[in-house]
Protein backbone atom coordinates (compact mmCIF):
# COMPACT_ATOMS: atom_id res chain seq x y z
CA UNK A 1 0.00 0.00 0.00
CA UNK A 2 3.24 1.97 -0.11
CA UNK A 3 1.69 3.95 -3.62
CA UNK A 4 -1.47 4.86 -2.03
CA UNK A 5 0.70 6.50 0.95
CA UNK A 6 2.49 7.91 -1.51
CA UNK A 7 -0.39 9.40 -3.17
CA UNK A 8 -1.86 10.69 -0.21
CA UNK A 9 0.87 12.85 0.70
CA UNK A 10 0.30 14.52 -2.52
CA UNK A 11 3.44 13.77 -4.21
CA UNK A 12 2.59 11.18 -6.47
CA UNK A 13 -0.02 13.22 -8.01
CA UNK A 14 1.89 15.67 -8.60
CA UNK A 15 4.32 13.06 -10.26
CA UNK A 16 1.72 11.65 -12.36
CA UNK A 17 0.24 14.62 -14.06
CA UNK A 18 -1.79 14.17 -17.26
CA UNK A 19 -5.39 12.52 -17.50
CA UNK A 20 -4.62 9.90 -14.97
CA UNK A 21 -3.20 12.62 -12.28
CA UNK A 22 -6.14 14.76 -13.04
CA UNK A 23 -8.58 11.52 -12.54
CA UNK A 24 -6.97 11.02 -8.95
CA UNK A 25 -7.15 14.59 -8.32
CA UNK A 26 -10.88 13.77 -8.18
CA UNK A 27 -11.32 11.45 -6.77
CA UNK A 28 -9.37 12.54 -4.00
CA UNK A 29 -10.66 16.13 -3.54
CA UNK A 30 -7.56 17.49 -4.84
CA UNK A 31 -5.77 19.01 -8.08
CA UNK A 32 -3.11 16.61 -8.87
CA UNK A 33 -2.88 17.64 -13.34
CA UNK A 34 0.24 19.86 -12.67
CA UNK A 35 1.13 19.10 -16.63
CA UNK A 36 4.02 16.53 -15.96
CA UNK A 37 5.55 15.93 -19.37
CA UNK A 38 6.34 11.74 -19.74
CA UNK A 39 9.13 10.54 -20.92
CA UNK A 40 10.25 7.17 -22.46
CA UNK A 41 12.56 6.58 -19.55
CA UNK A 42 11.05 5.06 -16.33
CA UNK A 43 11.94 7.17 -14.01
CA UNK A 44 12.99 6.91 -9.82
CA UNK A 45 9.01 6.15 -8.43
CA UNK A 46 7.91 4.36 -11.53
CA UNK A 47 7.12 1.34 -9.38
CA UNK A 48 4.08 3.16 -7.82
CA UNK A 49 3.41 5.48 -10.52
CA UNK A 50 2.52 2.66 -12.35
CA UNK A 51 0.65 1.19 -9.42
CA UNK A 52 -1.28 4.72 -9.20
CA UNK A 53 -2.14 4.81 -13.02
CA UNK A 54 -3.52 1.40 -13.07
CA UNK A 55 -5.33 1.43 -10.22
CA UNK A 56 -7.12 5.18 -11.42
CA UNK A 57 -7.20 3.72 -15.28
CA UNK A 58 -9.21 0.43 -14.14
CA UNK A 59 -11.82 1.93 -12.46
CA UNK A 60 -12.54 4.67 -14.94
CA UNK A 61 -12.60 2.83 -17.99
CA UNK A 62 -14.63 0.24 -16.33
CA UNK A 63 -17.21 2.99 -15.96
CA UNK A 64 -16.85 4.20 -19.49
CA UNK A 65 -17.49 0.58 -20.78
CA UNK A 66 -20.48 0.19 -18.16
CA UNK A 67 -21.88 2.94 -19.82
CA UNK A 68 -21.08 2.20 -23.32
CA UNK A 69 -24.88 0.38 -24.36
CA UNK A 70 -26.24 3.46 -22.86
CA UNK A 71 -26.93 2.09 -18.95
CA UNK A 72 -25.08 0.76 -16.26
CA UNK A 73 -27.01 -2.64 -15.33
CA UNK A 74 -26.48 -3.52 -11.74
CA UNK A 75 -25.01 -7.10 -13.03
CA UNK A 76 -21.94 -4.17 -14.02
CA UNK A 77 -21.92 -2.27 -11.25
CA UNK A 78 -21.69 -5.56 -8.98
CA UNK A 79 -19.14 -6.51 -10.97
CA UNK A 80 -17.10 -3.61 -9.69
CA UNK A 81 -17.70 -3.83 -6.31
CA UNK A 82 -16.43 -7.82 -6.84
CA UNK A 83 -13.47 -6.05 -8.15
CA UNK A 84 -13.10 -3.31 -5.13
CA UNK A 85 -13.72 -6.19 -2.83
CA UNK A 86 -11.05 -8.82 -4.39
CA UNK A 87 -8.72 -5.71 -3.36
CA UNK A 88 -10.21 -5.58 0.02
CA UNK A 89 -9.62 -1.78 -0.19
CA UNK A 90 -9.52 0.63 2.94
CA UNK A 91 -12.50 3.17 2.30
CA UNK A 92 -10.15 5.77 1.25
CA UNK A 93 -9.54 3.71 -1.78
CA UNK A 94 -13.16 2.51 -1.88
CA UNK A 95 -14.40 5.88 -2.18
CA UNK A 96 -11.85 6.59 -5.12
CA UNK A 97 -12.85 3.72 -6.94
CA UNK A 98 -16.39 4.35 -6.78
CA UNK A 99 -15.50 7.96 -7.90
CA UNK A 100 -13.51 6.92 -10.67
CA UNK A 101 -16.15 4.64 -11.70
CA UNK A 102 -18.29 7.29 -11.90
CA UNK A 103 -15.91 9.94 -13.72
CA UNK A 104 -15.52 7.32 -16.29
CA UNK A 105 -19.50 7.41 -17.08
CA UNK A 106 -19.49 11.37 -17.87
CA UNK A 107 -19.90 12.32 -21.36
CA UNK A 108 -16.57 13.61 -22.89
CA UNK A 109 -14.04 10.87 -21.09
CA UNK A 110 -11.27 11.03 -22.96
CA UNK A 111 -10.79 7.39 -23.12
CA UNK A 112 -8.36 7.69 -25.73
CA UNK A 113 -5.56 10.00 -23.85
CA UNK A 114 -5.98 7.97 -20.53
CA UNK A 115 -4.97 4.88 -22.79
CA UNK A 116 -2.17 6.69 -24.06
CA UNK A 117 -0.84 7.72 -20.94
CA UNK A 118 -1.68 4.78 -19.22
CA UNK A 119 0.30 2.38 -21.99
CA UNK A 120 3.36 4.89 -21.00
CA UNK A 121 3.29 4.78 -17.68
CA UNK A 122 2.81 0.68 -17.41
CA UNK A 123 6.56 1.31 -20.23
CA UNK A 124 6.01 -2.01 -21.92
CA UNK A 125 4.54 -4.10 -19.24
CA UNK A 126 2.72 -6.76 -21.51
CA UNK A 127 1.54 -9.00 -19.38
CA UNK A 128 0.45 -6.36 -16.86
CA UNK A 129 -1.30 -4.30 -19.72
CA UNK A 130 -3.25 -7.92 -20.44
CA UNK A 131 -4.42 -8.27 -16.90
CA UNK A 132 -5.78 -4.68 -17.24
CA UNK A 133 -7.72 -6.06 -20.19
CA UNK A 134 -8.77 -9.19 -19.07
CA UNK A 135 -10.82 -6.76 -16.19
CA UNK A 136 -12.26 -4.78 -18.57
CA UNK A 137 -13.49 -7.95 -20.70
CA UNK A 138 -14.99 -9.42 -17.26
CA UNK A 139 -16.60 -5.98 -16.83
CA UNK A 140 -18.22 -6.16 -20.77
CA UNK A 141 -19.53 -9.90 -19.37
CA UNK A 142 -20.89 -9.20 -15.91
CA UNK A 143 -24.54 -9.11 -16.89
CA UNK A 144 -24.58 -12.20 -19.41
CA UNK A 145 -25.10 -10.11 -22.35
CA UNK A 146 -22.47 -8.81 -24.32
CA UNK A 147 -23.84 -5.63 -26.33
CA UNK A 148 -22.27 -5.03 -29.83
CA UNK A 149 -21.27 -1.07 -28.02
CA UNK A 150 -19.19 -2.59 -25.37
CA UNK A 151 -17.28 -5.23 -27.65
CA UNK A 152 -16.60 -2.93 -29.67
CA UNK A 153 -15.36 -0.38 -27.05
CA UNK A 154 -12.80 -3.20 -26.33
CA UNK A 155 -11.74 -4.31 -29.10
CA UNK A 156 -10.55 -0.71 -29.46
CA UNK A 157 -9.21 -0.49 -26.04
CA UNK A 158 -7.11 -3.31 -26.76
CA UNK A 159 -6.15 -2.25 -30.25
CA UNK A 160 -5.24 1.14 -28.69
CA UNK A 161 -2.58 -0.60 -26.06
CA UNK A 162 -1.20 -2.88 -28.53
CA UNK A 163 -2.83 -5.94 -28.85
CA UNK A 164 -3.65 -7.85 -32.22
CA UNK A 165 -7.49 -8.51 -32.99
CA UNK A 166 -6.94 -12.11 -32.70
CA UNK A 167 -5.07 -12.21 -29.26
CA UNK A 168 -8.22 -9.50 -27.98
CA UNK A 169 -10.24 -12.95 -29.08
CA UNK A 170 -8.00 -15.42 -27.14
CA UNK A 171 -8.92 -13.29 -24.14
CA UNK A 172 -12.35 -12.99 -24.98
CA UNK A 173 -12.57 -17.12 -24.93
CA UNK A 174 -10.96 -17.42 -21.46
CA UNK A 175 -13.14 -14.79 -19.95
CA UNK A 176 -15.76 -16.76 -21.66
CA UNK A 177 -14.66 -20.42 -20.52
CA UNK A 178 -13.52 -18.52 -17.19
CA UNK A 179 -17.20 -17.03 -16.66
CA UNK A 180 -19.43 -20.04 -17.31
CA UNK A 181 -17.17 -22.32 -15.17
CA UNK A 182 -17.90 -19.66 -12.22
CA UNK A 183 -21.97 -19.38 -13.24
CA UNK A 184 -21.89 -23.25 -12.97
CA UNK A 185 -19.31 -23.64 -9.57
CA UNK A 186 -16.65 -25.86 -11.55
CA UNK A 187 -15.52 -25.64 -15.00
CA UNK A 188 -16.94 -27.96 -17.45
CA UNK A 189 -14.08 -29.83 -20.18
CA UNK A 190 -15.08 -27.21 -22.71
CA UNK A 191 -14.83 -24.73 -20.41
CA UNK A 192 -11.19 -25.89 -19.64
CA UNK A 193 -10.07 -25.66 -23.30
CA UNK A 194 -11.42 -22.38 -23.61
CA UNK A 195 -9.43 -20.66 -20.17
CA UNK A 196 -6.51 -22.39 -21.59
CA UNK A 197 -7.02 -20.91 -25.12
CA UNK A 198 -6.13 -24.68 -26.88
CA UNK A 199 -8.40 -26.80 -28.94
CA UNK A 200 -9.20 -31.02 -28.13
CA UNK A 201 -7.03 -31.67 -31.24
CA UNK A 202 -3.89 -30.19 -29.65
CA UNK A 203 -1.09 -31.96 -28.49
CA UNK A 204 -0.36 -32.85 -24.73
CA UNK A 205 2.76 -30.66 -25.94
CA UNK A 206 0.92 -27.85 -27.31
CA UNK A 207 -1.91 -27.65 -24.47
CA UNK A 208 1.68 -27.67 -21.64
CA UNK A 209 3.07 -25.23 -23.40
CA UNK A 210 -0.34 -22.99 -23.41
CA UNK A 211 -0.70 -23.80 -19.47
CA UNK A 212 2.63 -22.57 -18.99
CA UNK A 213 2.69 -19.44 -20.71
CA UNK A 214 -0.92 -18.40 -19.00
CA UNK A 215 0.45 -18.93 -15.43
CA UNK A 216 3.77 -16.88 -16.09
CA UNK A 217 1.44 -13.92 -17.35
CA UNK A 218 -1.09 -14.42 -14.35
CA UNK A 219 2.07 -15.17 -11.87
CA UNK A 220 0.71 -12.90 -8.69
CA UNK A 221 4.15 -11.95 -7.53
CA UNK A 222 5.50 -11.01 -11.29
CA UNK A 223 2.68 -8.67 -11.95
CA UNK A 224 3.08 -7.32 -8.75
CA UNK A 225 6.56 -7.14 -9.49
CA UNK A 226 5.81 -5.02 -12.72
CA UNK A 227 3.24 -2.60 -11.02
CA UNK A 228 -0.34 -4.28 -10.08
CA UNK A 229 -1.55 -3.25 -7.15
CA UNK A 230 -0.86 -4.77 -4.27
CA UNK A 231 -4.33 -4.64 -3.34
CA UNK A 232 -5.21 -6.44 -6.47
CA UNK A 233 -3.04 -9.46 -5.72
CA UNK A 234 -5.78 -11.68 -4.77
CA UNK A 235 -7.64 -11.27 -8.91
CA UNK A 236 -4.29 -12.68 -10.06
CA UNK A 237 -4.24 -15.50 -7.29
CA UNK A 238 -7.93 -16.16 -8.33
CA UNK A 239 -6.89 -16.30 -12.31
CA UNK A 240 -4.24 -18.65 -11.66
CA UNK A 241 -6.15 -21.07 -9.78
CA UNK A 242 -8.41 -21.15 -12.61
CA UNK A 243 -5.99 -21.49 -14.90
CA UNK A 244 -4.65 -24.50 -12.99
CA UNK A 245 -7.88 -26.29 -12.41
CA UNK A 246 -8.42 -25.60 -16.25
CA UNK A 247 -5.29 -27.48 -17.27
CA UNK A 248 -5.79 -30.52 -14.15
CA UNK A 249 -9.29 -31.12 -15.92
CA UNK A 250 -7.86 -31.70 -19.53
CA UNK A 251 -5.40 -33.57 -18.04
CA UNK A 252 -7.74 -35.65 -16.14
CA UNK A 253 -9.41 -36.05 -19.16
CA UNK A 254 -6.74 -37.37 -21.55
CA UNK A 255 -5.54 -40.33 -19.18
Known sequence: MAWWGTLLGGTLGYMLGGPLGALLGVALGGNFDRGLNLSDTVAPGAQERVQAAFFSATFSIMGHIAKADGKV????????RNIMNQMQLNSEQLEAA??????GKKPGFPLDEI??????????????????LEIQIAMTMADGNLHAK???LIYHIGQQLGFTTAHIDQLFQFATG???AYKEKAPSLDDAYAILGVKPSDSDAEIKKAYRRL???HHPDKLVAKGLPEEMIKVATEKTQEIH?????IKLNRN
Open 73 to 80: TTDEVASA
Open 98 to 103: KKLFNE
Open 115 to 132: LFQFKKECHRRRNLIQMF
Open 150 to 152: EKQ
Open 178 to 180: SAH
Open 215 to 217: MSQ
Open 245 to 249: KAYDL
